[in-house]
């Protein structure tokens, strides 16, 4: 268990909808990100949030958006779903201290698929 | 994007060594490497990182060369339970940076 809580682990939703996902960082971790994991594109980097405030960005949509909050739970926010959306979803988070050997802890993942 | 290269798959003998390579010939003197691996679908699991210094932990052995462009990461007596993709990592963008994902190595551990 990495201690990295993402719910629900399965969500099955239609085309053009938009669905929330939810991430509890480990206790005391400032840094969550976001990856997304599709059959043909391996796991890609979606956005990195740092105590709030979002550090990088990497290939998200404009359809997508994350946040997180004050008690260091984020959320990523997916609309007008598309049938390519359909994916693994996973959230880290790290301790993020400044230093630049720091590990990444991942969730289980949330399973979207868009029919 | 990544900057690492793997070998797409290898098998191991069950109780054996199983040695994977990584090369990350373009790495910065302050960048360290991560390996991590994944099983079916489940989140990727840390392994173990280091810099320059060979490192081992309870889960496996890393060895970087002088130049430190490749890397193997060593399971020293494979179990069936270690079948899963191994990617190698290097992190860019130091403290602030994040992990970018490769195509990794499928690891097949077999009887």
């Known amino acids: 268990d990495s201690g990295v809580t993402q719910t629900p682990k399965h969500l099955i939703t239609a085309t053009g909808q938009r669905v929330t996902l939810r991430c509890s960082p480990r206790s005391g971790d400032l840094s969550v990100y976001w990856y997304q994991q599709s059959l043909d594109q391996g796991l890609q980097f979606l956005i990195q949030?740092?105590?709030?405030?979002?550090?990088a960005k990497g290939n998200i949509l404009e359809r997508f958006s994350a946040q997180q909050f004050p008690d260091l739970h984020s959320e990523l926010n997916l609309s007008s779903l598309e049938l390519g959306d359909s994916a693994l979803y996973f959230c880290a988070s790290s301790l993020d201290r400044g230093v630049a050997n720091e590990k990444l802890f991942f969730g289980s993942g949330t399973q979207l698929s868009v029919l | 994007d990544a900057k690492t290269t793997q070998p797409t798959s290898m098998d191991c003998a069950e109780g054996r060594a199983a040695n994977l390579p990584c090369n990350h010939s373009?790495?910065?003197?302050?960048?360290?490497v991560y390996w991590y691996r994944q099983i079916h679908s489940q989140g990727p699991q840390y392994i173990i990182h280091?810099?320059?210094n060979n490192e081992t932990n309870e889960m496996a052995s890393l060895i970087i060369t002088e130049d430190r462009k490749s890397s193997t990461l060593i399971l020293p007596h494979a179990t069936l339970r270690d079948t899963a993709v191994y990617y190698c990592?290097?992190?860019?963008?130091?403290?602030?940076?994040?992990?970018?994902f490769g195509k990794g190595t499928k690891l097949s551990v077999k009887p």
């Open positions: 373009t790495i910065s003197g302050n960048e360290y």
């Open positions: 280091g810099l320059k």
């Open positions: 949030y740092y105590n709030g405030e979002e550090r």
């Open positions: 990592i290097v992190r860019v963008g130091g403290s602030q940076g994040n992990l970018i």
